[in-house]
């Protein structure tokens, strides 16, 4: 099954949309069902919530847009950030926080500072530190998307080892095994459909 890069942008611009208008009236709560919702997705067709309808991750991608345009050097996640237990630290401060928020009933003021996070630290280093460490929401999808029956592959037996699918991943999900041949690490893929697009001899696909 190949991902529709004009399906996801309006999907993206759509569910932004929904963002801010449940914002504006107060009703952010509703928000999270839609996110609860996802974590039940993910189960059988991995992190779609990512890819497609995050606030952050639209958001994001808008950046890295324009930082490409404008030829803005994006730092590579530093190597300690790269410690899986790591994101589930900052998942149990996030859920603090998120706690501390709800009792002072400031639950509006929690969703916008995570959301001005994640541009932040996309503004300085590319956004898979965002999507794979420091997003909330992506650590618990990273453990829930482990089940899903649909995933990206990539066919190793028709990989040309070209790379270009690795250098376009927002989530520098994409390995390099030693025989040059590149796989898809699942549990962080985001299932935006770049590496699709990327490669030149369409040995991607998003299957059981």
């Known amino acids: 099954m190949k991902l529709n890069k004009t399906f996801r ?15 504006i009236i107060g009703k952010n709560m509703l928000w999270m ?15 779609f919530y990512c890819g497609w309808v995050c606030q952050m991750g639209t958001l994001l991608r808008g950046m890295s847009y324009i930082k490409k345009k404008l030829r803005i050097p994006q730092i590579k996640t530093p190597g300690f950030f790269k410690q899986k237990w790591l994101r589930f630290v900052f998942f149990a401060l996030f859920l603090g926080f998120i706690i501390l928020m709800q009792k002072n009933g400031l639950q509006l003021f929690a969703v916008l500072i995570i959301t001005g996070l994640s541009i932040v630290v996309s503004l300085f280093f590319h956004e898979s530190l965002w999507h794979n460490v420091f997003c909330p929401y992506g650590s618990l999808l990273s ?12 066919n190793e037996e028709k990989c040309i080892s070209c790379g270009k699918c690795e250098r376009v991943c927002p989530s520098e999900t994409i390995l390099i095994k030693e025989n040059k041949k590149r796989q898809i690490d699942t549990i962080d893929c985001l299932i935006c459909g770049k590496c699709m697009e990327a490669c030149p ?5 998003y299957k059981k």
């Open 143 to 154: 453990l829930t998307s482990r089940f899903a029956f649909l995933k990206v592959k990539i």
């Open 201 to 205: 001899i369409k040995v991607i696909d």
């Open 9 to 23: 942008t309006i999907s993206q611009i759509l569910f932004l949309a929904i963002f801010v208008f449940l914002l």
């Open 33 to 47: 069902a839609l996110f609860a919702i996802g974590v039940l997705v993910s189960i059988f067709f991995g992190r």
